[in-house]
């Protein structure tokens, strides 16, 4: 029995008296460095990938991933008034120092800046970067699909051509092809460190690199824990741009968009771009935050129809909704006038300017919609569902109601179905949707990109399933065109086409609201629609 | 001593029995569940190959590679298999093996449903047994008021009305977020309960840290448990005070704390042991809307999330995890109810 007792107490004050020593052994590092020098940003998604190629990466996986992974390219930065966001024309250099292009547009050459080191220290090389771009293209992953719009699909493309020099070579001028190096998906990795993990079955080690980086960007990551938060640690010898001010960034999932709301009006945590937008207009009143209001210049909110099925394959059903929808209204109601509106320009026939997204002549005309309307078949309309996802409640609520009731007014009964977001989307993919809306950006900011991506195709982005055999010919010629007037030309032609045929209705670019606390600066609005922790310091 | 039966051989078999009795309810939830998921109008390959330019070869491949190309059943007996093998398949959501993230997250959830029956028990248990011996006063009439707007208000309700006032107005309560300051290091991992991980370690900083932010969320779980438990122990009570023991006790002048304590409290327990075996497994898998007002990285809210994006595996491992859990505290119940009247135990 007493044997019994020793022994327990023995083991207790053991056990106790190892923990206090640990207790006081653990440094206690993140309690001593400085509040000043960490940034917590508070997001609504989460990271569920470090490798932003994986199939299935978040939206905050792409934006985390800037900063850890380097791309051979970059965009530079340009400011609107107050504010700053990203420089769709500027390209310039990051992994590499510069990128030369030989007269016939057909070869990129790439000079690898001197003094890049990986994190673990060792010298960045051509071969990794060879290796890098040939995983893009070779390994099942999102990089693939975006690598193609630069025409860039075989690994026989790149080459290298010194120890610091690689060259790529086009099939055709493709002047999407520089760009297509500053994408999310581009990230350059360490190959040596990467090969190690590297299997049979997995030869671009894409499981490994899922929870593990391989990576020399700003930032290396200090703790990743999927769904709930990641911890990056500036990495000192990075010379990819100017060094970040942030010692450590604490990126944490926070589901509650009030309690992110509150956390920033208190100063518990320094920025956060997803708030609502009723959240957004109180705290603008109560100023006790900064808040960057900036037009997303690469995105637009939009009504789509399935034009390949009645009554919405008839042109002149789609023309008279484009002239039955309220636009001011849904404007105030649905995001509060805080955007872009991409309606009521005032020219038409000609389109005055190349570039997608901007205003087209739409405006709310009642009797004019009821004539088309009728021209069309239907004097006395006809019965549609307008779908939304449940993620967009906020704004696709409120509209869904104006455009019930103005729809109402020229005869066509809507009714109104909101759905969970995999079934809503599932259905768009399957073309089940008859008229929806939906926000979509794409990252490369060329007319000719947006119209590839959202109006050719039988995919998915190709939101209201529209086959128009000119929009593709336009679309395939822009591409490759090098002569820059008929570039112009064929890009004006598809937003005429648009207009004509209106398989959508543009709506407006929302804006991003970056809510910081008072003292935050350099913010800047990237295409990838994340914060970019590079830029951000206090004053 | 011959005749003394061994404490163990029956009890371990009663054990066994009901864990093998288990299986087949285990089977037909594993099976529901399966079905389930496939029949919600969602594809979670489509959900997931979103990216831009990701198109039908990408959500192909993502099918493929999820094994949802395959036939139902053949998807089923592998699902099976798996299962057989403890994995529990991956999260598309968090990019991890449900098992890992069950591991991470259990702990988080258990801390939290725990510390929220303590606090309803600490409020309830004295709630009903006095106004059960007060029954019919006014006190009586203000308890059964305080329980009932307690049920009523809904926990997203309370949770934020609390978070509104304690933390953004007073500021005497941590921020919502998880389940220790963000800045501060989290204790070496033992149990995954950071109180009990954080006082082995003896780091009182987060042992404070992580107390006060179970704090609110656990008061929020509570509220709404109060009335049930508050009323199971009235009417246990008041049964057990019309019994002839109490009469004797109270004729042979026993005080009356011993009376009420002992004699009392003890044999109404029963019936409120058995409410609190479900309160608690109901907690586990309701409370995903405390989880979600106060960011706690907990399974209830990791299930939701999955649920939305018609992420199979996570689903279905959550739903057999609170199977298995409820399994267990009905059997760890129906063991403490022996404790509690032997006469229970007799099979």
């Known amino acids: ?539 | 001593m011959s005749t003394e039966k061994p404490l163990f051989p029956p009890l371990l078999r009663r054990i066994g029995l009901r864990l093998g009795a288990a299986l087949p309810a285990l089977f037909c939830v594993i099976l529901f569940t399966f079905i389930m998921m496939r029949v919600l109008p969602g594809d979670p390959a489509v959900y997931f190959a979103s990216g831009p330019n990701a198109g039908q070869a990408e959500i192909q491949e993502l099918r493929h590679r999820m094994g949802l190309d395959a036939p139902m059943l053949v998807q089923f007996l592998h699902y099976l298999e798996n299962l057989a093998t403890g994995d529990l398949g991956r999260s598309l959501t968090t990019g991890q093996s449900v098992a890992q993230d069950m591991h991470d997250r259990l702990p988080a959830s258990l801390e939290l449903t725990l510390t929220a029956l303590a606090f309803s028990l600490l409020i309830s248990l004295p709630l009903g047994l006095t106004s059960a011996w007060w029954s019919g006063s006014i006190y009586d009439q203000c308890v059964r008021a305080f329980c009932s707007a307690c049920f009523c208000i809904p926990p997203f309700v309370s949770g934020i009305l609390l978070v509104y006032v304690f933390y953004y107005w007073l500021g005497v309560a941590p921020d919502p977020t998880g389940r220790i300051n963000i800045f501060l290091p989290q204790p070496p991992r033992v149990s995954g309960l950071l109180l009990i991980d954080s006082a082995l370690a003896g780091d009182w900083t987060a042992w404070h840290e992580a107390a006060g932010q179970l704090v609110l969320p656990a008061l929020t779980m509570a509220l709404f448990v109060i009335a049930p438990l508050t009323r199971m122990t009235r009417a246990a009570v008041i049964s057990v005070l019309g019994a002839d023991y109490i009469r004797t006790a109270r004729a042979m002048g026993l005080p009356t704390w011993r009376i009420m304590i002992v004699y009392t409290l003890r044999n109404a327990l029963m019936p409120v042991l058995t409410t609190v075996g479900i309160v608690f497994s109901t907690m586990m898998g309701a409370n995903v809307l405390v989880e979600k007002i106060f960011s706690w990285p907990g399974v209830a809210s990791y299930a939701l999330d999955a649920l939305v994006s018609s992420d199979y595996a996570p689903v279905q491992g959550f739903i057999l995890l609170m199977a298995c859990l409820f399994i267990l505290v009905n059997l760890v119940i129906d063991l403490l109810l022996g404790v509690l009247d032997p006469r229970v135990s007799v099979e």
């Open chain 1, 1 to 539: 029995m007493a044997g019994y007792a020793v022994s327990r107490r023995t083991f207790l004050s053991t056990t106790l008296g190892g923990g206090i020593s640990l207790g006081f052994a653990s440094p206690g590092a993140a309690l001593a460095q400085s509040r000043r020098e960490t940034l917590r940003h508070v997001t609504g998604g989460a990271v569920n990938t470090l490798d932003p190629t994986m199939l299935g990466s978040t939206r905050e996986s792409f934006g985390l991933s800037m900063s850890v992974y380097d791309r051979l390219m970059t965009f530079g930065s340009r400011s609107i008034g107050d504010f700053s966001t990203f420089d769709p024309q500027a390209l310039k250099g990051e992994l590499a120092e510069s990128c030369d292009v030989s007269p016939d547009q057909r070869t990129l050459t790439l000079h690898l800046r001197d003094n890049a080191v990986w994190h673990d220290g060792t010298p960045v090389t051509a071969e990794d970067i060879k290796w890098s771009l040939d995983r893009c293209v070779s390994a099942n992953s999102l990089a693939r699909p975006q690598f193609s719009s630069g025409s860039m699909s075989s690994a026989e493309q790149f080459r290298v051509a010194g120890e610091r020099t690689l060259e790529i070579s086009l099939p055709k001028p493709d002047r999407l092809a520089m760009a297509n190096l500053a994408m999310p998906y581009a990230i350059m990795v360490n190959s040596r460190l990467a090969r190690q993990h590297a299997t049979s079955d997995d030869p671009w080690a894409q499981q490994w690199l899922q929870h593990n980086t391989a990576a020399g960007g700003a930032y290396r990551v200090g703790a990743f824990r999927p769904g709930v938060n990641v911890t990056l640690d500036r990495h000192e010898d990075w010379h990819g741009g100017n060094r970040p001010f942030f010692e450590r960034i604490i990126s944490q999932t926070v589901p509650e968009a009030t309690t992110r709301a509150g956390l920033i009006e208190r100063g518990d945590a320094d920025i956060v771009i997803d708030l609502e937008a009723y959240d957004i207009m109180a705290l603008s009143r109560r100023g006790k935050v900064r808040i960057d209001s900036i037009v997303q210049s690469n995105c637009f909110t939009h009504l789509a129809f399935n034009t390949q099925s009645a009554p919405f394959d008839n042109v002149l059903v789609r023309r008279a909704i484009a002239l039955a929808i309220p636009y001011q209204d849904l404007f105030a109601a649905s995001i509060f006038g805080r955007g872009r509106p991409l309606y009521g320009a005032d020219w038409s026939g000609h389109a005055p300017a190349p570039d997608f997204p901007q205003p087209l002549p739409f405006a709310q005309n009642i009797r004019k919609a009821r004539e088309l309307l009728a021209q069309a078949g239907h004097p006395d309309g006809f019965q549609t569902t307008f779908s939304y996802a449940t993620s967009q409640t906020t704004t696709a609520e409120p509209m869904a109601a104006l455009i019930q009731e103005a729809l109402g007014h020229i005869g066509i009964t809507v009714r109104i179905d909101k759905l969970p977001d995999a079934q809503f989307n599932t259905m768009q993919a399957r073309r089940q949707l008859d008229f929806y809306t939906d926000t979509a950006a794409g990252w490369i900011e060329h007319a000719y990109y947006f119209f590839y991506l959202y109006f050719t195709r039988d995919q998915r982005w190709n939101f209201s399933n529209w086959n128009s055999p000119r929009m593709v010919q336009l679309v395939e010629k822009a591409r490759f065109e090098t002569d820059e007037a008929a570039y112009v030309a064929e890009c004006q032609a598809m937003l005429e086409l648009l207009v004509d045929q209106v398989p959508l209705i543009l709506l407006w670019q929302p804006n991003m609201d970056a809510v910081t606390v008072p003292d935050l600066t350099g913010f800047i609005y990237q295409y990838y629609r994340q914060v970019d922790f590079r830029t951000l310091a206090r004053s």
